[in-house]
């Protein structure tokens, strides 16, 4: 053998030795400067305990319909459908009819309780009224109000109704056994205009035997929605529990009507530590509701108090001091930065109602209002502001009379 091929040998099976040692000897994971100590990361762990978000299940447990836990008669049933022959013919002519009242029911028994507990959910509905805990709905509820022309409005999970629609009483059904005892409440977490960490109780019924909501005790008597001027949408939340046996709610009747909002601050929090022995959430639904004309009335007339108007406080715009000769500014707009705003409006207010009939309503607008012809010698500012008016635009038809 060659010296060449001897040495070529002997680098190879050197490599190969030096390769063997290493994945015999490979490091795993970071190497200590770098990688985190035991102290260190037991304290990772302990504050990763502390911010972990925990619920607590407080409602009757559901199981969830599969294909493997499907009920007996369903699967009967389906399987009558299969082969049917009437169904076929029905199906192929295009005649076949679904009755979608059952097939609600039947997705309520199955689905419904987990997509009302998402939307809940989703509006913060468990955050707001339990913090920590939450319910899977088990009992569907069927709430409507009565409208003019023999009309309905349902309440379902989080649809919009306005505080006209919602001035009485809705109807409230549920199926249950006539020899339970039950409690309805409807609370919302927002507007209350005294306690922001209060809620408003609406109505409170408890000791409802079944679904006969008439023969329960009404603690507290409906009051319409009430969401202010300004502050958005308010969420009206329906809940009913489950009575193990009557209850004494005497401490929380009020007089009929309750037309004083202190009296209805509410907390289902504290209301439900106090009965958890004897209660159990299993029916919600909710429904939005925001500012109408109708309110205006109500609180001047019912409740006896302004109406509450929310706005944002804008900061007073700077002015500078005033000069001899201003320069690209209108003369009248420049007189008005240095004046009160409310004498301002006042100004505008008295001249639009000094061309308003109180009955016939404002002069009306003329045909062709550029036809008429200016005097020559009228300031530019005062032509413009003529101008605006006979438009009809500007600040003296935007004034609203309160």
Same mark, same amino acid.
């Given at each position: 053998m060659s010296t060449k091929l001897f040495r070529c040998l002997t680098n190879k099976l050197l490599i190969l030795k030096v390769q063997h040692v290493r994945?015999?000897?490979?490091?795993?994971?970071? @190497?200590p400067g770098i990688a985190k100590s035991l102290k260190e990361r037991l304290a990772e762990l302990s504050q990763?305990?502390? !911010?972990?978000? /925990?619920?607590?299940?407080?409602? /009757? =447990?559901?199981?969830?319909? !599969?294909?493997?836990?499907? @009920?007996? %008669?369903?699967?009967?049933?389906? %399987?009558?459908?299969?082969?049917? %022959?009437?169904? *076929?013919?029905? %199906?192929? !002519?295009? !005649?076949?009819?679904?009755?979608?009242?059952?097939?609600?029911?039947d997705w309520l028994l199955a689905d419904g309780p987990f997509h009302i507990h998402r939307i809940a959910e989703h509006y913060s509905i468990y955050k707001d009224l339990y913090g920590d805990a939450y319910f899977m709905p088990t009992i569907p509820l069927n709430i409507s109000y009565n409208l003019e022309n023999d009309k309905l409005i349902n309440v379902y999970n989080g649809n919009v109704i306005k505080p006209n629609e919602a001035s009485k009483a809705p109807q409230v059904t549920y199926n249950v056994k006539d020899e339970s005892l039950w409690t309805l409440l409807m609370t919302t977490p927002d507007c209350n205009l005294t306690s922001s960490c209060n809620e408003y109780c609406h109505w409170f019924i408890g000791n409802i035997p079944g679904n006969c909501l008439n023969e329960g005790e009404e603690l507290v008597d409906y009051l319409r929605p009430i969401a202010p001027y300004g502050i958005g949408y308010c969420r009206y939340i329906f809940v009913l529990y489950k009575q193990e046996c009557p209850i004494d709610f005497s401490g929380y009747k009020r007089t009929k009507p309750c037309l004083t909002l202190e009296e209805r601050n509410w907390k289902t929090l504290d209301f439900y530590k106090k009965h958890q022995d004897q209660l159990t959430p299993a029916g919600l639904a909710f429904f939005q509701s925001d500012w109408d004309s109708s309110l205006k009335d109500f609180y001047y007339s019912t409740l006896n108090m302004k109406v509450p108007v929310f706005r944002y406080d804008f900061p007073k715009p700077y002015v500078k001091k005033q000069a001899?000769? =201003?320069?690209?500014?209108? &003369?009248?707009?420049?007189?008005?930065?240095?004046?009160? @705003?409310?004498?301002?409006?006042? *100004? +505008?207010?008295?001249?639009?109602?000094?061309?308003?009939? =109180? &009955?016939?309503? $404002?002069? $009306?607008?003329?045909?062709? =209002?550029?036809?008429?012809?200016? $005097?020559?010698?009228? @300031?530019?500012?005062?032509? +413009?502001e003529t101008i605006k008016e006979r438009l009809r635009y500007g600040r003296i038809n935007d004034i609203e009379e309160y």
């Open positions: 994945h015999a000897h490979r490091v795993r994971g970071k @190497p990763g305990d502390s !911010t972990v978000d /925990f619920k607590i299940d407080i409602g /009757f =447990p559901v199981e969830k319909i !599969t294909r493997r836990n499907v @009920p007996s %008669s369903w699967i009967k049933k389906i %399987s009558a459908n299969k082969h049917s %022959s009437e169904l *076929e013919r029905f %199906s192929r !002519t295009k !005649t076949l009819m679904v009755d979608l009242q059952k097939a609600r029911k001899w000769f =201003p320069l690209k500014k209108a &003369f009248n707009k420049y007189l008005d930065r240095y004046r009160d @705003p409310k004498q301002i409006n006042k *100004e +505008f207010l008295l001249k639009k109602l000094k061309k308003t009939h =109180p &009955f016939n309503g $404002p002069e $009306p607008s003329l045909k062709y =209002p550029m036809a008429h012809r200016l $005097p020559w010698d009228m @300031p530019s500012w005062l032509k +413009f």
